[in-house]
């Protein structure tokens, strides 16, 4: 008992920990730099709906806005604190004000990346791991890069996220009944209307739910289709919703929006920007996971439970990567992002968390592991530091303005066909790439003069590269000083070599 007591304290200071580092993170900003993060706005527009008891418009706008439906109503609640939060400080709720204050609903959402983790060791505990097996499992999610730095972003991966977990935490249940089976699919529709993108963890989870049972046709067939049927339930109700409104069917305008995302991405990728990406955030964390996974596979000759629950993890994450790999190379229907692969982060968690509980079979194997574990540690406080102290672009600028008043602003790329300067009469400051820099169509020289100050653009975070550019945009980001930079143009260096302007067409 004493020992059980120790490994749930252990579990509540990792939670402490992770839930602290994330609050640090939102601290620092970054809030809104993403373009999608305007969707957390429409919370307040469906909120002034329903305050002036405007039903049916709310209902029309949630059913008008099919691109990541669910999150509308999991930012309610942020949303709804914002507010109030706003009027007990006595301020007006206007753009501005909401813009000053966006590190509260991004605090409270932040919570669901914590809670990840914390379903990561149910999960192995519900499935049969033992305290050190599910512990190992949250320490190796609470270690996980890309798991931690979307946190200060008004976003909906986490959440969705959190739903397909606690979908496959209510499932792994092999005496479930109907009832259980339509909750598992019902928190899998629901992950899948909160973020689009997550459907592969949808669809998995419900597979794992079907199969944990055991291999009985009759039992799998009642708890496939129980659970499909669940997961059809929420989208099903709004496309009846939407067509008895008369608007455009709900299903139609999804899957327009689904491919409309998947143009930002290469589809000769699918098989290698998985891996390329979670190097990159992860390092040796991912060789860690991997090495896991190859564990797990030697384990398995072995009468080893826990063995046995990693091959079901591995198997799951392998299966997801084969998805990626058909619907983008293959079908050449939907690309793959940085923000999709970290879906095999929690399967490779558990599938490694397993392997070690198998490999722990004597007090040497122990010591290793726990100096694995501490190299681990020592892995992610290096990969953690770089999104804590990145500055953005809002920030710098607000900054720069307070100081230098206005001044004119330029970018050291090309961005699609629009003017990427504004000038600002009389002013000698620029500053330069305080924006986000997207697409990137072609690479421009600076203007002349003195550099007052460099930082750099968040973009030079590689892990941010993998979320819509392609192979020749991240040669010109890696290959260019796209930092944010303020120049003095009254003051020109002698002898001052200004480089051409190489802008480029379109090459799409």
């Known amino acids: 008992m004493k020992g059980r007591s120790g490994y749930r304290t252990a579990l509540l200071l990792l939670l402490f920990l992770a839930l602290a580092l994330r609050l640090a993170l939102v601290a620092r900003g970054g809030q809104r730099y993403f373009p999608d993060e305007n969707r957390y706005l429409r919370c307040f527009i469906l909120m002034r709906h329903l305050g002036r008891g405007e039903t049916g418009a709310a209902v029309d706008y949630v059913l008008d806005n099919a691109d990541h439906t669910g999150f509308i109503l999991v930012g309610l609640v942020p949303a709804l604190v914002h507010r109030g939060l706003l009027g007990a400080l006595g301020l007006p709720v206007t753009r501005e004000s909401l813009d000053e204050t966006l590190w509260i609903p991004a605090a409270l959402l932040s919570v669901s990346s914590v809670v990840c983790i914390a379903l990561v060791h149910a999960i192995a505990r519900r499935a049969g791991a033992d305290e050190p097996e599910a512990l190992a499992a949250a320490f190796l999610m609470a270690s996980s890069a ?19 977990l606690g979908a496959l935490w209510v499932g792994l249940n092999p005496q479930a009944g109907l009832g259980r089976s339509l909750a598992v699919g019902g928190l899998a529709g629901a992950a899948l209307l909160t973020y689009n993108g997550y459907g592969l963890s949808a669809f998995a989870v419900v597979g794992l739910h079907a199969a944990w049972g055991g291999p009985k046709a009759p039992d799998f067939l009642r708890r496939a289709a129980a659970a499909v049927a669940g997961l059809a339930a929420l989208p099903l109700t709004l496309m009846l919703a939407s067509r008895g409104r008369g608007l455009e069917p709900y299903l139609r305008k999804m899957s327009r929006f689904s491919r409309g995302a998947s143009t930002q991405t290469d589809f000769h990728e699918g098989w290698s920007l998985p891996w390329a990406y979670l190097w990159h955030a992860e390092h040796g964390l991912l060789v860690a996971l991997l090495i896991g996974a190859v564990a797990v596979l030697w384990l398995s000759r072995r009468s080893s439970p826990a063995a046995a629950r990693g091959l079901w993890w591995m198997g799951t994450a392998a299966a997801m990567y084969v998805a990626f790999v058909v619907l983008s190379n293959g079908l050449e229907r939907i690309g793959t992002f940085g923000r999709l692969a970290r879906q095999l982060v929690p399967l490779l968690s558990l599938s490694a968390g397993s392997a070690a509980a198998a490999l722990a079979s004597s007090p040497a194997r122990r010591k290793a592991l726990l100096a694995v574990a501490a190299l681990i540690a020592i892995q992610a406080t290096f990969n953690f530091a770089p999104p804590l102290r990145m500055r953005f672009p809002r920030e710098v600028d607000r900054e720069v303005t307070a100081v230098y008043g206005e001044i004119s602003h330029d970018t050291t790329v090309v961005l699609g066909r629009s003017d990427e300067r504004t000038v600002v009469p009389g002013s000698r400051y620029v500053l330069l790439n305080a924006r986000y820099l997207y697409p990137i169509r072609g690479l421009k020289a600076p203007p002349p003069g003195r550099t ?53 067409d379109d090459p799409r």
């Open 452 to 504: 007052l100050f460099a930082v750099a653009h968040p973009v030079q975070f590689l892990p941010y590269q993998y979320e819509g550019y392609v192979p020749e945009e991240r040669a010109r980001l890696r290959a260019h000083d796209v930092s944010m930079q303020m120049i003095d143009t009254a003051v020109v260096l002698p002898f001052a070599r200004v480089p051409p302007d190489p802008r480029e």
């Open 146 to 164: 890309s798991m931690f730095y979307f946190a200060r972003h008004l976003l909906p991966y986490d959440a969705s996220m959190a739903l397909a």
